[in-house]
């Protein structure tokens, strides 16, 4: 048996703004810090949990989660990798507005359906992305807007080559990531049909264990809090 934990990183200062942040780079705030020292905690207590991995995206908010679960559990010293695979959904030109003010503006039913649904892509942004840290992926490739699904269509093969290929092994895994790209794994990883995939939500820093069998199979899943 071998066991993945994905953790959602703690609360953001966007988040605790009730602001669209997708791939704007956001800070942990405050609480966000706590919860992330409290998962690392919850993450201790994993029986037989040794990760040889840590895997996070290119935004500060899951960076710094990853790390501060890592001084809590010695695992400092393990290879992590940052990839834009696991940014945050790109939420196009919602990113900045504050949520409430997007209903007003939008519509109650048309940003449900935007955040919630799995095929609805958001404005598209109509700037560009002005950013060192995509400097060396190709411009053609990078998202001005995404829907869940294409979120999970760029995510895809970097769990397959790079995570699902260590846990064959027998190798537990770590990812940090944010509650659009996790939902979008998870999905796959529960087969969630189109119409249920609405009602999941991934809460800040509460990890989620799934021990799976030789064959990748979730034997057995638990959410802690």
């Not at 993450?43 to 949990?49: G, H, Y």
């Not at 598209?124 to 995509?134: E, F, T």
């Not at 790209?181 to 796959?188: E, N, T």
Request: charged content about 25%; cysteine-free; overall charge neutral.
């Amino acid at each position: 048996m071998v066991k993945l934990v994905l953790v959602r990183h703690g609360e953001s200062i966007a988040n605790a703004k009730n602001i669209f942040t997708g791939w704007n780079d956001i800070s942990l705030s405050k609480r966000g810090i706590d919860e992330a020292k409290v998962a690392g905690e919850l993450i201790k207590d994993i029986p037989d949990f040794t990760p040889t991995h840590i895997h996070t995206s290119l935004l500060s908010r899951a960076i710094m989660t990853a790390n501060i679960i890592s001084e809590v559990n010695d695992f400092l010293y393990l290879p992590i990798t940052k990839t834009w695979r696991l940014n945050e959904r790109h939420y196009g030109a919602l990113r900045g507005i504050n949520k409430d003010k997007a209903r007003e503006i939008f519509g109650v039913e048309q940003i449900k359906n935007w955040r919630r649904g799995f095929d609805e892509v958001p404005p598209l942004a109509q700037d560009s992305l002005n950013d060192r840290r995509y400097n060396m992926i190709d411009p053609h490739i990078l998202p001005k807007a995404e829907s869940l699904h294409q979120t999970q269509k760029r995510l895809m093969p970097y769990y397959h080559e790079q995570v699902a290929s260590q846990l064959i092994q027998g190798k537990d895994q770590l990812i940090v990531a944010h509650g659009s790209s996790l939902r979008a794994l998870i999905k796959k990883l529960e087969s969630i049909d189109n119409h249920d995939i609405v009602n999941l939500e991934v809460p800040n820093a509460e990890p989620i264990v799934y021990t799976m069998n030789d064959e990748l199979k979730i034997i057995d899943k638990k959410i802690l809090s």
